[in-house]
Structures are given as structure tokens and as C-alpha cells.
């Protein structure tokens, strides 16, 4: 478990699956952004296809 910050914007445990390195994910998108309350922000992200 590890606990991710994305400064100015939220905090979160997470427990999900890693890769030894971010070139394994490939490029991301953000695809939604929706507030859940003053402090809490939930961003909603798409993997895009390799090429």
C-alpha cells in the first residue's frame, strides 16, 4: 500500500497493480474531472491504444 499525492488536488491510498516502470502504462488521457466536496476531486483516466 502506498499513499499517492497529486499536489493541490488529492491524496489517496492505493493498493492497485504496478509496473516496474511508467513506459509499461504508455500514455494516459484525462478524461473526466468531477468534484466530490470541497476537498475531494475524482479524475477519470483512459489508457491510449499503442500504437
Known sequence: M???EIEGL???AD???HVA???EVGR???V???SKGRINKRI???L????
Open 21 to 23: 516502470n511508467t513506459r
Open 10 to 12: 488529492d491524496i489517496q
Open 32 to 34: 473526466d474531472y468531477k
Open 2 to 4: 502506498r499513499i499517492v
Open 48 to 51: 491510449d491504444p499503442s500504437p
Open 44 to 46: 477519470e483516466i483512459a
Open 28 to 30: 494516459i488521457r484525462i
Open 15 to 17: 493498493g492497485g497493480t
